[in-house]
C-alpha cells in the first residue's frame, strides 16, 4: 500500500491506565500536517515543529478540563496560522493567483457539525466553521454568504496579502508553466491540517481545515469542508481526519468509510489500512488519516512519501513525518 505508519496506544497504555468504569477518560489529541511527495530537510523541520506545537495546544487545552471541540480548534488554529501549511496563513493559489479557504469541526458528543467553504481574507476559517456549527441551524456556508456570516458575527478579516506566501507564488507559477493535469499524486503537495481529540468526558471531535489545491478552479471545493469525507466524530465510534487528493477522497467519503470499519469491529489500524487501500485501488488516490477511538486508542497512517504528525496522550508526545521517523518524549 506504499509507506505507512500506524500507532496505537495499546502498547503503553499500562503507563497511563485508568479504572475500569472510569467517567474521566485519559485525553488524547492527534494532529496532521497533510500529506506531501517531499520536503526539503530545513523544511522537514520546520513542520515537524508545527505539529508538535499543536498537539502540545490541544493537550493543553484538554488538561485544563476543556472539551475536545475546544481542542481541536486550537491546534487547527496553531497550524492555520503556521506558512509552512496550507491552511490560513499558508494557503496555496488559486487560478487566479487568490486564496479560498475551506474547513470543518465536528462535536460527537450530538454529531453537530459546521463548515465554510471558498472563504477569502479569514486567518482562522476554523473559527468561523465552529461558529456554523453553534450560531446557526445550518451545517454547511459557503462563499458570499459565510462572509455575511462572518461579518455578523464579528469575525475580522485581513489582507489577503497576509495570507500570500512567496513559496506560494512560486508554487503557482511553476503550477501554471508546467500544465500538469489535476491528478491523484501528481501535486508535491496537497496538504491539508487536521487535528482528532477525546476530552476527560468521552466526548470525540475532529477539525479540517486548507487552502485546498494549487491552480485549482475558482470556487472549487475539495473533501476539507464535507462532513464523511474531510472528517467525521460519533462519540459511540470514535473521530478522524483526514488529508489527500480531495476529489478521490469525496468519492469514497474517506472519514465515515475508515470509521464504518471500525464499527464492524476493525481495529483503528485496519481500518485505516482497508479504506486508504480502497482509495487507492479504486482510484489511485493518495491520502492519509489521523484516528482516535472511544476508548482513546489512535492511529495515524498514509500513503504518500510522508505526513508530518502528532499526538499527545499521558503526557507523552509522539511525532514524525516518514515511515521510519517516529519519536517519542515527555511533555515539560
Not at 115 to 120: D, K, N, P, T, Y
Request: net charge negative.
Amino acid at each position: 500500500m506504499g509507506p505507512a505508519l500506524a500507532h496505537q496506544e495499546a502498547s503503553w497504555a499500562g503507563d497511563c491506565s485508568q479504572a475500569a468504569g472510569s467517567v474521566n477518560m485519559n485525553p488524547v489529541v492527534v494532529v496532521h500536517g497533510g500529506w506531501a511527495s517531499s520536503f526539503s530537510k530545513d523544511r522537514k523541520e520546520r513542520v515537524r515543529q508545527g505539529v508538535v506545537r499543536a498537539a502540545t495546544v490541544g493537550y493543553s487545552i484538554l488538561k485544563e478540563g476543556k472539551s475536545a471541540v475546544d481542542a481541536v480548534e486550537g491546534a487547527v488554529t496553531v497550524l492555520e496560522d503556521d506558512p509552512e501549511f496550507n491552511a490560513g496563513r499558508g494557503s496555496v493559489l488559486n487560478v487566479n493567483g487568490e486564496v479560498e479557504m475551506d474547513a470543518s469541526i465536528m462535536n460527537g458528543k450530538d454529531l453537530s457539525a459546521g463548515a465554510v467553504s471558498a472563504v477569502r481574507c479569514i486567518a482562522n476559517p476554523i473559527k468561523l466553521a465552529r461558529l456554523v456549527m453553534e450560531q446557526t441551524s445550518h451545517c454547511f456556508l459557503t462563499g458570499q454568504g459565510a462572509a455575511k456570516f462572518a461579518a455578523a458575527m464579528g469575525v475580522p478579516t485581513v489582507p489577503e496579502q497576509q495570507l500570500v506566501t512567496e513559496r506560494n507564488i512560486k508554487d503557482l507559477e511553476k503550477e501554471k508553466h508546467e500544465k500538469r493535469a489535476q491528478k491523484p499524486g501528481c501535486q508535491k503537495n496537497l496538504g491539508t491540517v487536521g487535528a482528532v481529540a477525546l476530552d476527560s468526558e468521552g466526548n470525540v471531535a475532529y477539525a479540517t481545515s486548507t487552502g485546498g489545491l494549487v491552480n485549482k478552479m475558482v470556487g472549487r471545493v475539495g473533501d476539507s469542508p464535507c462532513i464523511g469525507s474531510g472528517g467525521y466524530a460519533d462519540n459511540d465510534i470514535g473521530a478522524i481526519s483526514t488529508t489527500g487528493h480531495g476529489e478521490s477522497i469525496l468519492k469514497v467519503n474517506l472519514a465515515r468509510l475508515a470509521l464504518f470499519h471500525v464499527e464492524q469491529g476493525k481495529t483503528l489500524e485496519e481500518a485505516a489500512d482497508m479504506s486508504l487501500g480502497y482509495m487507492k485501488s479504486k482510484l489511485k488516490g493518495l491520502g492519509g488519516v489521523i484516528l482516535v477511538s472511544k476508548a482513546g486508542d489512535w492511529t495515524v497512517k498514509w500513503t504518500s512519501e510522508c505526513m508530518p504528525w502528532a499526538a499527545v496522550k499521558c503526557g507523552k508526545l509522539h511525532f514524525g513525518t516518514d515511515c521510519d521517523d517516529t519519536s517519542v518524549t515527555d511533555l515539560p
